[in-house]
């Protein structure tokens, strides 16, 4: 490996040996035990949600909406845990923009399931399609279970309901084979340390997942940080349940998490990682190891976001300063500047982005 000399032993006879991180070991636990096994269980869950579907079509029923719509969120769950992962396939499948842009609009998916006219491959319908609409099929279309029952014996609602989640589920096949073959052994193969190197991407779209799509539209857009306080209930992550934003929250915090960590999917192994590159290193802050500032960081905020009601109900009821959200907001803030300077600069990567929030 050609990567980050930091200093160097010797021996009785011979000159300083350089030291470097191997930056191979990391890519493969990356590949191996975290991002491809993320894809898998969403696959899994996406089948499971086919197969709740396929139930309530065969018997249209009350218990049947509600086993579809628990199906829906752990299949949602389930995503917050790729979402962080736009490389390679994902990258050019516009991966996470065809499974999760939000918010819907309704208005079109009430025009699609009336009319059965519609192409869910055009980037115009990607705000009528994925875990969105599904959301707002599930928890807006109808005030109560009786009523939504009814309209799945509608051809075309019934109809574009099983085409979103055939969407869903051929995109998740398609990036996952991909991710399984070619682009697992070029991925783990490309570890030096250059611009273009996997490391050096990935760690990119993890700060960018982190700030962009994490920090910025799962909070900082509904709390009104990006519109001069002005509020956006509108913009909350499923915001049709009204329910569940904290814990998509928090499983997308996991995700991140668990990645710096190298921690294995589904279990509590871990390998060589953002946060064991740091160790060897020897980067610190403040004195403290950078990479155990980061994770009780982390930890601050998965506590604090514990204990505040749901993101909608938080904005609603404390008009017009959701103040424990903002609150709460300024301790996610307050990673960026641990991983996207801190960070960075230990591990020598150049920030391969622009954003325009003046961080």
């Known amino acids: 490996p050609d990567d980050d000399p930091i200093g160097g032993g010797t021996d009785d006879d011979g000159p300083m040996i350089p030291l470097v991180f191997d930056r191979g070991p990391l890519l493969a636990n990356l590949a191996d035990n975290i991002i491809i096994p993320a894809y898998q269980a969403l696959q899994t869950e996406l089948t499971a949600l086919d197969a709740s579907y396929a139930a309530l079509l065969a018997d249209q029923s009350v218990p049947n909406v509600e086993a579809f719509r628990a199906a829906w969120l752990s299949a949602y769950l389930a995503w917050q845990q790729v979402s962080i992962f736009e490389i390679g396939p994902t990258e050019v499948a516009g991966f996470r923009l065809n499974m999760n842009t939000y918010p819907t609009d309704a208005p079109l998916v009430d025009q699609f399931m009336a009319t059965g006219e519609y192409n869910l491959d055009l980037p115009s319908n990607r705000d009528a399609k994925g875990f969105g609409a599904l959301d707002y099929v599930l928890n807006g279309l109808e005030e109560n279970d009786t009523n939504l029952v009814a309209r799945f014996t509608e051809a075309t609602t019934a109809t574009y309901v099983q085409d979103v989640i055939d969407d869903?589920?051929?995109?998740?096949?398609?990036?996952?084979?991909?991710?399984?073959?070619?682009?697992?052994?070029?991925?783990?193969?490309?570890?030096?340390?250059?611009?273009?190197?996997?490391?050096?991407?990935?760690?990119?779209?993890?700060?960018?997942?982190?700030?962009?799509?994490?920090?910025?539209?799962?909070m900082g857009l509904p709390a009104g940080v990006f519109t001069n306080g002005v509020i956006q209930p509108q913009t909350v992550e499923a915001f049709y349940d009204g329910e569940v934003s904290n814990a998509l929250f928090l499983e997308g915090l996991d995700a991140v998490q668990n990645f710096f960590n190298g921690q294995h999917f589904g279990s509590n192994e871990t390998g060589e990682s953002l946060a064991t590159y740091l160790q060897f290193l020897g980067t610190t802050l403040d004195g403290e190891p950078l990479d155990e500032v980061i994770n009780a960081q982390y930890d601050l905020i998965r506590q604090m976001v514990g204990?505040?009601?749901?993101?909608?109900?938080?904005?609603?009821?404390?008009?017009?300063?959701?103040?424990?959200?903002?609150?709460?907001?300024?301790?996610?803030?307050?990673?960026?500047?641990?991983?996207?300077?801190?960070?960075?600069?230990?591990?020598?990567?150049?920030?391969?982005?622009?954003?325009a929030d003046g961080d």
């Open 168 to 218: 869903m589920a051929t995109r998740t096949t398609s990036v996952l084979e991909e991710c399984q073959t070619s682009f697992r052994d070029s991925f783990v193969a490309n570890d030096g340390s250059s611009a273009n190197a996997s490391v050096d991407r990935m760690v990119n779209d993890y700060i960018l997942y982190y700030e962009v799509f994490l920090r910025r539209a799962k």
């Open 307 to 355: 204990e505040l009601s749901p993101f909608l109900q938080e904005i609603e009821e404390n008009q017009p300063i959701p103040l424990d959200l903002l609150l709460t907001y300024d301790e996610v803030q307050a990673v960026i500047r641990l991983i996207k300077v801190d960070m960075l600069v230990a591990l020598n990567i150049s920030v391969d982005f622009q954003d």
